[in-house]
């Protein structure tokens, strides 16, 4: 878990100040529609057909217990009781008031969370692999940077109004978990032929009307300079990016249209004259990031434990939930457990409530109170112990079958429901 | 030359002035009597073009509104139906079952 400053905390506690004044402004007549529109557009509150939107971000897509049965609360006291997590590591409550708005946010800021750059032609909600910082093929945690890219441009009054919203995500893994080429930028840590870690940056990926992959502009950056390039492409895409035509204004049409080594040398010129200043990054200061992320205080275990093994072999349902289910851990003894939610029949990513207090239990139980939410729209358990899955398994075929959710009750509907990582992987393309 | 503010309100059929509620976002439409109402069978139903400019010009000094425009309707003998599927979702609400619901929005009951 990433634990927040009191910098943070203070940001947050400011916003909801203002944006209640806001809304207090707006319901008195003081604020037209469009005087209103772009502040609220800053707060991630959109009108959509039948009612106002919240949209919340969840950075690099790790939540607390704590968090989540806040989230839980809030679907409850201001929502029709249940939320929709989203492909970019969101949660969306899509019936609440606007009168309710600075209250529920006054309460998801208790814990650390709020809906800043989550609408309006920002940076949005840096994103990441679900599984950053357990999983066993990454060169080293992303989270990190992703939180040092989120920093820089919270907030940046340079980057508030461009031409249209901008994606940014950051993986480290040999396989990509983040899905980095749909994103408007994205940065692969990895490992070159020196032994030395950096970032591969590729840009002008989306899906939507016009889908592009991403391609690479940099094929190696320094760490250094991960924040000086970033700025220079977010710079080069404010210049050129189109304002005439909201079809035609995401980064992946300038990209197609100059030509990404047309693209590449804009940003290489910006960069260069950049790449020495303010924006340098001082080791230290990633060091203090990384301070902050806290892990478990991980047991020492061995993989494959009896109890587990004995179990696998007893029950056919529960071999068929680990196989599609529980991924390697990077830590001997534990595992990375995957929770569907995309039940049969149901809106993917939607989660009652209930469920939602019910992981965050499981999570309190299994999982050292930590849960990730992932862009195929699932959540996960990073942190369970190999010999704690058979029960954790039969707590979730408990709460299943009542719920709906993450259903294990059978092998035929095992196989119905998007149980394993690929499944939910393919499932997720088509959504 | 006219300019595009005075320029006249193209209706073809009968039309509805429709809004969504600020406080708390709900398809609202207007009433002849000059207030709002969520149904759409209670909604001031104009079919000429000067009707329709005053009833929108009404609808649009009113601050507890927004978005508001005229939509097409069909006359039906249950009265007013929606003129095209953004109309009919929005008076119908959600085409998928939201999680706690039996079942999915009314949107059957103008298919």
């Known amino acids: 878990m990433y634990m927040h400053d009191e910098f943070d905390r203070t940001l947050i506690a400011e916003r909801v100040a203002e944006f209640r004044d806001q809304v207090h402004r707006r319901l008195s007549g003081e604020l037209s529609e469009d005087e209103f529109k772009l502040l609220r557009l800053l707060n991630g509150v959109y009108l959509q057909l039948h009612a106002y939107m919240l949209r919340i971000a969840i950075p690099y897509g790790s939540l607390s217990s704590e968090q989540l049965r806040m989230l839980a609360q809030v679907a409850r006291r201001y929502d029709r009781g249940y939320g929709h997590f989203t492909t970019r590591q969101n949660i969306q409550f899509h019936w609440i008031k606007l009168e309710d708005l600075p209250d529920a946010m006054a309460d998801l800021a208790r814990v650390g969370l709020h809906g800043m750059q989550t609408s309006g032609n920002s940076v949005r909600n840096v994103t990441t692999d679900q599984w950053a910082g357990v999983a066993p093929d990454e060169v080293e945690d992303p989270r990190v940077w992703a939180e040092v890219?989120?920093?820089?441009?919270?907030?940046h009054p340079e980057f508030t109004f461009m031409p249209r919203k901008?994606?940014?995500?950051?993986?480290?893994?040999?396989?990509?978990?983040?899905?980095?080429?749909?994103?408007?930028?994205?940065l692969r840590l990895h490992r070159n032929a020196a032994g030395d870690v950096g970032f591969e940056v590729m840009v002008g990926g989306g899906l939507g009307r016009t889908?592009?992959?991403?391609?690479?502009?940099?094929?190696?950056l320094g760490k250094r300079d991960v924040l000086s390039y970033v700025e220079a492409v977010l710079r080069v895409y404010n210049q050129y990016g189109r304002r005439d035509n909201i079809y035609k204004a995401r980064i992946k049409i300038l990209v197609h249209e100059l030509g990404a080594e047309a693209f590449a040398r804009e940003v290489e010129q910006e960069w260069l004259a950049i790449r020495d200043g303010?924006?340098?990054?001082?080791?230290?200061?990633?060091?203090?990031?990384?301070?902050?992320?806290?892990?478990?205080?991980?047991?020492?275990?061995?993989?494959?434990?009896?109890e587990l093994m004995k179990a696998r072999a007893a029950n056919r349902r529960f071999a068929t939930w680990h196989g599609n289910s529980v991924a390697r851990h990077r830590m001997p003894g534990y595992a990375i457990v995957t929770l569907s939610l995309k039940a049969e029949g149901e809106t993917p990513g939607d989660a009652t409530a209930d469920q939602i207090d019910a992981i965050a239990d499981l999570a309190d139980r299994y999982s050292s109170g930590e849960i990730r939410v992932g862009h195929e729209q699932n959540l996960v358990l990073p942190h369970?112990?190999?010999?704690?899955?058979?029960?954790?398994?039969?707590?979730?075929?408990?709460?299943?079958?009542?719920?709906?959710?993450?259903?294990?009750?059978?092998?035929?509907?095992a196989s119905t429901i998007a149980a394993s990582p690929m499944r939910a992987r393919s499932r997720s393309r088509r959504n | 030359m006219t300019s595009p503010l005075q320029q006249k309100m193209k209706v073809t059929g009968p039309v509805v002035v429709t809004a969504n509620r600020l406080a708390d976002g709900a398809v609202i439409y207007r009433t002849s009597d000059g207030r709002w109402t969520t149904e759409l069978a209670a909604a001031a139903v104009v079919t000429r073009s000067e009707a329709a400019t005053a009833l929108l010009a009404g609808a649009r000094a009113d601050l507890r509104i927004v978005d508001c425009y005229v939509a097409p309707v069909e006359l039906g003998a249950a009265g007013p139906r929606p003129g095209n599927l953004r109309e009919r979702i929005r008076a119908a609400g959600p085409t998928i079952r939201l999680p706690g619901e039996a079942e999915a929005g009314k949107l059957h009951v103008y298919a």
């Open chain 1, 149 to 155: 890219v989120r920093q820089h441009v919270t907030l």
């Open chain 1, 211 to 220: 889908p592009f992959l991403a391609k690479t502009i940099k094929p190696f």
């Open chain 1, 278 to 306: 303010a924006l340098a990054l001082d080791p230290a200061a990633v060091a203090a990031i990384a301070a902050r992320f806290r892990y478990p205080a991980y047991e020492r275990l061995a993989d494959d434990p009896v």
């Open chain 1, 166 to 186: 901008f994606k940014i995500a950051v993986g480290a893994a040999a396989h990509d978990r983040a899905a980095l080429r749909i994103h408007d930028l994205a």
């Open chain 1, 384 to 413: 369970v112990r190999q010999q704690d899955l058979h029960a954790l398994w039969r707590a979730l075929d408990v709460i299943g079958p009542t719920s709906g959710w993450c259903r294990t009750s059978s092998p035929a509907r």
